[in-house]
């Protein structure tokens, strides 16, 4: 089976800014595409950003719009999100999701069309 690793989280002030990476672990054909999506204690899971294996085409949630880039770092095989700006509201455990099974090949922002998850990093964002 595939497995997700994810890194880069940690404890930020307000206005800052981290990177997480996520990469797949062992021998994996590409997924379609790879997604980021968040929960915080009492909240339900919600997605943040997705992006195509290739890395032609992106999407974001309108929360984190202007704020984070997702992108592929293709000599590492890894996809990363760059999040800048960061505040409050953003704290929340991080994780990393791949869809191989796309029925539409549009991507996605349903938790339910990715076969496959990472543990998480948390992300603390200080006032």
């Known amino acids: 089976q595939v497995q997700l690793v994810e890194s880069g989280g940690g404890l930020v002030q307000a206005g800052g800014s981290l990177r997480l990476s996520c990469a797949a672990s062992g021998r994996t054909s590409r997924p379609y595409a790879m997604g980021w999506f968040r929960q915080a204690p009492g909240k339900e899971r919600e997605f943040v950003a997705a992006i195509t294996w290739s890395g032609s085409t992106t999407y974001y949630a309108d929360s984190v719009k202007g704020r984070f880039t997702i992108s592929r770092d293709f000599a590492k095989n890894t996809v990363l999100l760059q999040m800048n700006s960061l505040k409050p509201d953003d704290t929340a455990v991080y994780y990393c999701?791949?869809?191989?099974?796309?029925?539409?090949?549009?991507?996605?922002?349903?938790?339910?069309?990715?076969?496959?998850w990472g543990q998480g990093t948390q992300v603390t964002v200080s006032s």
């Open positions: 999701a791949a869809d191989y099974m796309s029925r539409t090949y549009s991507l996605s922002r349903a938790s339910y069309e990715y076969e496959y």
